[in-house]
């Protein structure tokens, strides 16, 4: 982009969010990706950074090396399409901007502690004096209220105090952590849902709000049926490793040459199945003819279960898949480099690719919000330190090249 004007605008011109600025001046996951993929969908995303502290997952790897230079991968994947600036808080002039930047904006994302913005004289109390239509979203560990919101808190802590943990692995071992950072991820999710409500809301009503997120509370709600299997039944839930609590055969099966997903619980497809697999009389046998009766454990653990292991033992995972098609729900359990290179995700165009130039080619995850008229475009570079701070404080608060060179040598930006 050749002027600072045409950089505010960026190339999502038609996106569903076009001509919505957002100031993110969260790091690590649970923030930069909620402005990440209000970024993809087509807001101006501008990345604030300390110049002295950066955001400390560009230390993260993997890595995309050029001779003594190196960029996080991982950074990239929750930061593109973002214009990034730095500004330091601790500097009077440099609150200054921000409160400039402020006035200027839609939507500002931070994830720090509760109480660390309202120290610095940023916190939404002040900001929204500034600019009363700001939709001010908070992502925290615990939460802007309650007697633990001043605690530190990553993802474990939520995976651990939102239920989950204790509810993942196999029964008869230690409770597991679930393999990703659901804690951060899901407060993502529920964070931009919150923005765009306030949004809309700003939008019609010219007021703003606090959006206060927590990534205990987004747990806590996607624990499935277990607040309600205790409030209702008073049962607390367990690990049941690869099964289901209320339905079966519904899990991971081995097969030749690794696992499948089988979820044939019900009648018609319990029926299918058996049909499949020429063994039509197991579909009416009367021990195990129901859904109620195959849930049956013991009757599952003699009569059903044997009857799967030997009907998938000697197929392959493709083998299944394709003899059960659109007929029954059979999935093939994939590794990762599977993922990558699955048909069906290069249909969904859910792996893009980044050019960044002397580093080559970033092959990430894309946007799995698909719009039919404003569609989102996840395929762009994350921004360097401080690398629009200049063409951003002229076009969007109008500041003189002069203005911009007495802000460095203060330390400000």
């Not at 002027?3 to 957002?22: F, H, I, K, M, Q």
């Not at 993942?168 to 952590?177: H, I, K, L, V």
């Not at 697999?277 to 009766?293: G, Q, R, S, V, Y």
Request: charge should be negative; hydrophobic fraction near 40%.
């Amino acid at each position: 982009m050749s002027t600072p004007e045409a950089l505010l605008a960026g190339d999502t011109v038609n996106g569903a969010l076009s001509g919505v600025v957002v100031l993110d001046v969260s790091r690590v996951v649970a923030g930069p990706y909620c402005s990440q993929i209000l970024a993809d969908l087509g807001a101006t995303v501008i990345k604030v950074e300390n110049p002295r502290d950066p955001d400390y997952t560009r230390t993260f790897p993997p890595f995309l090396k050029h001779e003594d230079e190196e960029l996080s991968a991982f950074y990239a994947q929750y930061n593109r399409g973002k214009l990034g600036i730095t500004v330091d808080f601790a500097v009077p002039e440099g609150k200054q901007v921000l409160k400039d930047l402020v006035a200027k904006a839609d939507i500002l994302v931070e994830n720090f502690r509760p109480g660390t913005m309202d120290k610095l004289g940023l916190g939404y109390s002040v900001l929204r004096e500034i600019n009363p239509r700001l939709v001010y979203t908070a992502i925290s560990g615990y939460g802007q209220t309650g007697p633990l919101s001043r605690r530190p808190a990553y993802d474990n802590t939520a995976q651990a105090a939102g239920g989950l943990w204790s509810m993942n692995g196999e029964p008869d071992r230690p409770a597991q952590r679930v393999g990703t950072i659901i804690g951060d991820l899901s407060a993502t999710m529920f964070g931009v849902i919150g923005t765009l409500a306030a949004l809309r809301h700003a939008e019609q009503h010219g007021v703003g709000q606090l959006v206060d997120v927590a990534q205990v509370d987004s747990v806590v709600a996607m624990t499935e049926s277990a607040v309600v299997n205790f409030t209702v039944d008073g049962q607390v839930a367990g690990r049941l490793g690869n099964e289901h609590p209320f339905v079966r055969p519904y899990e991971l099966f081995p097969c030749k040459d690794g696992d499948v997903f089988f979820g044939g619980y019900t009648d018609k497809f319990w029926t299918i199945t058996c049909e499949m697999f020429n063994e039509p009389d197991a579909a009416t046998d009367p021990e195990i003819d129901t859904m109620a009766k195959r849930f049956d454990r013991d009757t599952y653990e003699r009569r059903v279960r044997p009857l799967l292991h030997k009907w998938f033992a000697d197929r392959t995972r493709s083998e299944l898949e394709d003899m059960a098609g659109e007929k029954v729900p059979m999935t093939a359990i994939k590794t990762i480099d599977e993922v990558v290179t699955d048909e069906q995700t290069a249909a969904r165009e859910m792996i893009v690719d980044v050019n960044y130039n002397q580093f080559g080619h970033l092959r990430m995850f894309g946007q799995p919000i698909k719009l039919g008229v404003t569609p989102a475009t996840p395929a762009r570079r994350a921004n360097l330190v401080g690398e629009h701070t200049s063409p951003v404080l002229r076009a969007l608060v109008g500041y003189s090249p002069e203005d911009i060179e007495k802000l460095r040598s203060v330390g400000a930006i």
